[in-house]
T-cell receptor, first 118, second 111 residues
Framework: GAGVSQSPRYKVTKRGQDVALRCDPI?????LYWYRQALGQGPEFLTY????????KSGLPNDRFSAERPEGSISTLTIQRTEQRDSAMYRCASSLGVPGGKESYEQYFGPGTRLTVT | AQSVTQLGSHVSVSEGALVLLRCNYSSSVPPYLFWYVQYPNQGLQLLLKYTSAATLVKGINGFEAEFKKSETSFHLTKPSAHMSDAAEYFC?????????FGTGTSLTVIP
């Protein structure tokens, strides 16, 4: 079956513009996560959803960042008024179950969206 | 805060030699632990995971990792490196609903 997909794969935008990054998780996966990965670093947690509910957004850097998953499937990460420091790889992952239980469900990652803010 | 630390941002081994990538976790409660591999221009792929069922975990591509609570470690090993193992490797932890990644170790395999 299809894995996690993300679009666009590459996005170049000018400072001050808004961008929307899309994530299409594996069908049937309950949880969806957004990460930001700077060059030479590991993924940094941004936010995650169980179904359509945003359970944790503690990793979002500031209020320019927001995410939604209105129907519990596809998710959009939006960055308003982009700044150069927002340039990074943005990764989405999905998992079958809900974290925090007796079992930890591995996350399946998409290929990422490389965002460059000029 | 919980975290995982990867010792060595770059590791080089000769083809056929032992691969050892180090990961230590910082948590009062042992977390679930994972190793992921990332090839250039690709997403992260799960190699193996520890969920307390067994301390020695075998993964794909001949990799394995041993959970040692006394050392708070979860090092990744492979007996014989192959050229195709050259990639970035990430250790990750999950405690409750928190997921956290190490900074990664780049593995180079020398022919």
């Amino acid at each position: 079956g299809a894995g996690v997909s993300q679009s666009p794969r590459y996005k170049v935008t000018k400072r001050g513009q808004d961008v929307a990054l899309r994530c299409d998780p594996i069908s049937g996966h309950v949880s969806l996560y957004w990460y930001r990965q700077a060059l030479g670093q590991g993924p940094e947690f941004l936010t995650y959803f169980n179904y359509e509910a945003q359970q944790d957004k503690s990793g979002l850097p500031n209020d320019r960042f927001s995410a939604e998953r209105p129907e519990g499937s596809i998710s959009t990460l939006t960055i308003q008024r982009t700044e150069q420091r927002d340039s990074a790889m943005y990764r989405c992952a999905s998992s079958l179950g809900v974290p925090g239980g007796k079992e930890s469900y591995e996350q399946y990652f998409g290929p990422g969206t490389r965002l460059t803010v000029t | 805060a919980q975290s995982v630390t990867q010792l060595g941002s770059h590791v080089s081994v000769s083809e056929g030699a032992l691969v050892l990538l180090r990961c230590n976790y910082s948590s009062s409660v042992p977390p679930y632990l994972f190793w992921y591999v990332q090839y250039p221009n690709q997403g992260l792929q799960l190699l193996l995971k520890y969920t307390s069922a067994a301390t020695l975990v075998k993964g794909i591509n001949g990799f394995e990792a041993e959970f040692k609570k006394s050392e708070t470690s979860f090092h990744l090993t492979k007996p014989s490196a192959h050229m195709s193992d050259a990639a970035e490797y990430f250790c990750a932890g999950n405690t409750g609903n928190q997921f956290y990644f190490g900074t990664g170790t780049s593995l180079t395999v020398i022919p």
